[in-house]
């Protein structure tokens, strides 16, 4: 019996999370594809639309699934060498042997996610290499598809919230924005700040401190994954409750 090649495929994310060993999930818009017309709907464990032109319903197939072998693609800073591209940009070069390649970027190159604020300023002039044209060989960390779920993004669960990376402050008394004394995890959304640092979503009577949490009935991590949600996607873009891929993964090496 043949086994199906495991496929190795590039993924980005918007933040250094993806290099965050605490996080173990991720969420992606389902996208209509260019042979199909809305709306989605739901059949068991698949997403369908109807096909333009026989007018018939067909899956929908989520770019990643199960088994797949991720390398998470990084912006980086050439150092020291002239604009190679159009327009003085900078572009990835091409290497026939991988050892070569491996010898250029560390003569060369740093990921940007390994820089302070004040070597980004020294850095910024000699040149940022794109992370959408990353080549596989450039990655240094690299993931393996778990599980791929269909689900509307209200559905998440606190677990999958907390899954998803975000920064967690043990509160023992007051804590950095808070307001209030409190005990036990409270997660940051990425966006709030108080005067003293983060303002932590925490659990207070059951559901989250904040007025937006205890408005719409939400814990502590899902409340802050909703503003996180609305922070990559634009205003309202919880309220639309849109169709995602829920990604569960595991990192390959430690």
């Given at each position: 019996?043949?086994?199906?090649?495991?496929?190795?495929?590039?993924?980005?994310?918007?933040?250094?999370?993806?290099?965050?060993?605490?996080?173990?999930?991720?969420?992606?818009?389902?996208?209509?594809?260019?042979?199909?017309?809305?709306?989605i709907e739901?059949?068991?464990?698949?997403?369908?639309?109807?096909?333009?032109?026989?007018?018939?319903?067909?899956?929908?197939?989520?770019?990643?699934?199960?088994?797949?072998?991720?390398?998470?693609?990084?912006?980086?800073?050439?150092?020291?060498?002239?604009?190679?591209?159009?327009?003085?940009?900078?572009?990835?070069?091409?290497?026939?042997?991988?050892?070569?390649?491996?010898?250029?970027?560390?003569?060369?190159?740093?990921?940007?996610?390994?820089?302070?604020?004040?070597?980004?300023?020294?850095?910024?002039?000699?040149?940022?290499?794109?992370?959408?044209?990353?080549?596989?060989?450039?990655?240094?960390?690299?993931?393996?598809?778990?599980?791929?779920r269909v689900?509307?993004?209200?559905?998440?669960?606190?677990?999958?919230?907390?899954?998803?990376?975000?920064?967690?402050?043990?509160?023992?008394?007051?804590?950095?924005?808070?307001?209030?004394?409190?005990?036990?995890?409270?997660?940051?959304?990425?966006?709030?700040?108080?005067d003293f640092?983060?303002?932590?979503?925490?659990?207070?009577?059951?559901?989250?401190?904040?007025?937006?949490?205890?408005?719409?009935?939400?814990?502590?991590?899902?409340?802050?994954?909703?503003?996180?949600?609305?922070?990559?996607?634009?205003?309202?873009?919880?309220?639309?409750?849109?169709?995602?891929?829920?990604?569960?993964?595991?990192?390959?090496?430690?």
């Amino acid at each position: 019996m043949s086994q199906t090649a495991v496929r190795e495929r590039p993924i980005l994310f918007h933040s250094d999370l993806g290099l965050e060993d605490r996080k173990t999930q991720t969420r992606r818009l389902v996208k209509i594809p260019k042979w199909g017309q809305w709306p989605i709907e739901q059949d068991g464990d698949k997403l369908i639309c109807t096909c333009k032109s026989t007018g018939c319903l067909a899956d929908i197939k989520p770019r990643y699934r199960a088994g797949d072998v991720l390398y998470v693609a990084e912006s980086v800073f050439q150092i020291g060498h002239e604009r190679t591209g159009k327009n003085g940009q900078y572009l990835w070069p091409k290497f026939n042997d991988e050892a070569v390649a491996r010898r250029w970027f560390d003569s060369c190159c740093r990921y940007t996610a390994d820089l302070m604020s004040n070597e980004l300023i020294w850095y910024e002039p000699h040149g940022l290499l794109n992370k959408l044209f990353m080549p596989p060989w450039a990655a240094r960390t690299r993931l393996r598809i778990e599980e791929v779920r269909v689900q509307r993004v209200q559905e998440i669960s606190e677990e999958d919230a907390i899954a998803e990376g975000l920064a967690v402050q043990m509160g023992d008394g007051p804590g950095p924005g808070a307001g209030f004394k409190w005990t036990g995890p409270g997660y940051w959304d990425g966006l709030s700040r108080g005067d003293f640092g983060p303002t932590y979503h925490v659990k207070r009577e059951g559901l989250c401190c904040c007025k937006e949490g205890q408005r719409l009935n939400l814990t502590p991590a899902r409340c802050a994954y909703r503003i996180l949600w609305n922070k990559l996607y634009g205003k309202g873009a919880w309220e639309l409750n849109s169709w995602i891929w829920a990604i569960t993964f595991s990192r390959i090496g430690g």
